[in-house]
């Protein structure tokens, strides 16, 4: 697992959930919908994002990792 980095779940593409209800994490409501899951760990916590975008999101990852 790669630390301090966004981590793509899938084999170079986002894994993507779909929920027929809204759901909620931690205190935020989520929407019903589909959203491609995308983990940041960390070694001693970690980040899910959860991002609207569900098709070619791979080129998006890259090109945010060249700003920082």
């Known amino acids: ?3 301090n980095q966004v981590w793509v779940t899938g084999a170079h593409t ?3 959930i779909t929920v027929n209800k809204p759901f909620i994490i931690g205190n935020k409501k989520i ?3 589909t ?3 995308l983990p ?3 070694k ?3 980040y899910l994002f ?3 975008i569900t098709s070619n999101i791979l080129p998006m990852i890259i090109s ?3 700003m920082f």
């Open 40 to 42: 940041f760990p960390v």
């Open 44 to 46: 001693t916590n970690g």
């Open 14 to 16: 986002a894994t993507n």
């Open 1 to 3: 697992v790669p630390y």
């Open 35 to 37: 959203y491609s899951i």
């Open 64 to 66: 945010r990792k060249k």
């Open 31 to 33: 929407p019903a919908g």
């Open 50 to 52: 959860l991002i609207k």
